[in-house]
């Protein structure tokens, strides 16, 4: 089955620097790409998400990329701020079902 | 904003409870979604429904989960009996899928933690 690796596990970077988070997948069907976004004590939300008829996409600060031979898709953050700080999740769909098959997260610091 | 709603926030229950957690999703989605998050077993899928029809619910234990949708504004996730490897945080998520093969952000609640005793 669908399979998703998330890397690192943990990053940390100075604040105003840039951060970059990578995820691979296995499985060549996958169509769509969200990325959430996990504060202490709330659930995900979506920050940005990717389908796999575009190579990037951009948002402020934020911004996916997706490269589909070679199955991997970063999310990238610039000018980092403290509230960037929580637990980022990268996930993988297919055209079958809505299963979002989950990478095991990065949590994210920003240090001041 | 709308939102997924959850209820109860927190839960702590003794071994044996039945225990039954709650969402409302965001009006107008016609998909619903329930999962568990762990530290060891990070996010996973439990059940959805869409239209209120159950999709999928291979990711549950069948002798003690329960899923339903009585009705659009309300799904229910049950546990009877629970057990102390039923604590995790349990999210609730709402989409709106038009069309087969096209995916659709899910939205999330903000969870139940439940702690069995």
């Known amino acids: 089955g669908e399979n998703v690796e998330q890397h690192p596990s943990t990053l940390s970077v100075q604040e105003g620097d840039s951060a970059v988070i990578k995820c691979t997948y296995s499985?060549?069907?996958?169509?769509?790409f969200p990325w959430y976004k996990q504060e202490l004590g709330k659930g995900p939300q979506l920050i940005i998400d990717i389908r796999s008829n575009v190579g990037e996409k951009k948002d402020q600060r934020i911004a996916v990329t997706l490269n589909k031979t070679a199955k991997h898709f970063s999310l990238h953050i610039t000018e980092t701020q403290p509230e960037d700080s929580a637990v980022y999740f990268c996930?993988?769909?297919?055209?079958?079902?809505?299963?979002?098959?989950w990478g095991a997260g990065t949590k994210l610091i920003i240090k001041p | 904003d709308a939102r997924v709603t959850q209820t109860p926030r927190h839960k702590v229950t003794e071994m044996g409870q039945e225990v039954t957690m709650r969402c409302q999703p965001i009006?107008?989605?016609?998909?619903v979604f329930w999962y568990r998050q762990t530290m060891m077993q990070g996010l996973e899928l439990l059940a959805y429904?869409?239209?209120?029809?159950?999709?999928?619910d291979s990711g549950m234990p069948k002798d003690r989960f329960s899923a339903e949708m009585p009705d659009a504004t309300l799904a229910t996730l049950k546990i009877q009996p629970s057990e102390p490897r039923d604590s995790a945080v349990y999210f609730c998520?709402?989409?709106?899928?038009?069309?087969?093969?096209?995916?659709?952000?899910?939205?999330f609640g903000d969870g139940t933690r439940l702690s069995i005793l």
């Open positions: 009006l107008g989605h016609n998909t």
């Open positions: 998520a709402s989409g709106f899928f038009q069309f087969e093969g096209w995916n659709q952000p899910q939205h």
């Open positions: 429904f869409r239209n209120r029809a159950p999709l999928d």
């Open positions: 996930a993988a769909s297919g055209d079958s079902n809505y299963q979002l098959i």
């Open positions: 499985d060549s069907a996958s169509n769509y």
